[in-house]
């Protein structure tokens, strides 16, 4: 039989109820400690996951034009966008929230951190919100007669 003991505040907990309780917490603690919850992340300093990512421009409407940004990492590895910075030129972006490594979305022309706010330019630069660093750059190659760019990551 359980035994119940009364706690300074009046309340009266069980064995069962102080065992249900502390689980609960130990499990609150866990999930806070794991961050945002996604998988395989272990924090803003991740930036490398496989190998060179090969992106065919013509598959991404939005990169027909200078200023067009996408997300070209299709949900695998490390999540990379691809701005086109001129006729024949591209930046390749991380975007892992250098801030606590959440995954930044697409937000108009720039990237938007949705767990802390923190905004960023198509360029990758911080612009406000959480206070942070700007998103990692990574190295792209553009191969004109491939159509395709190569992001190492």
Do not use: K
């Amino acid at each position: 039989m359980a035994e119940a003991r009364a706690c300074d505040h009046g309340c009266v907990l069980g064995r069962r109820e102080f065992i249900g309780a502390a689980a609960l917490t130990a499990l609150a603690l866990l999930q806070a400690a794991c961050g945002d919850g996604e998988v395989g992340g272990t924090g803003p300093e991740e930036v490398t996951s496989g190998g060179p990512l090969l992106v065919r421009v013509a598959s991404f409407t939005a990169l027909s034009a200078v200023g067009g940004v996408a997300r070209v990492d299709n949900g695998s590895g490390t999540p990379v966008a691809l701005v086109r910075t001129g006729a024949a030129t591209f930046a390749a972006l991380s975007l892992r929230c250098p801030h606590a490594g959440t995954t930044v979305n697409l937000s108009g022309s720039g990237f938007l951190c949705p767990n802390h706010g923190a905004r960023f330019s198509n360029t990758g630069q911080w612009q406000g919100g959480e206070p942070t660093r700007s998103l990692t750059t990574l190295t792209s190659t553009y191969d004109a007669a491939a159509g395709t760019v190569t992001v190492s990551r």
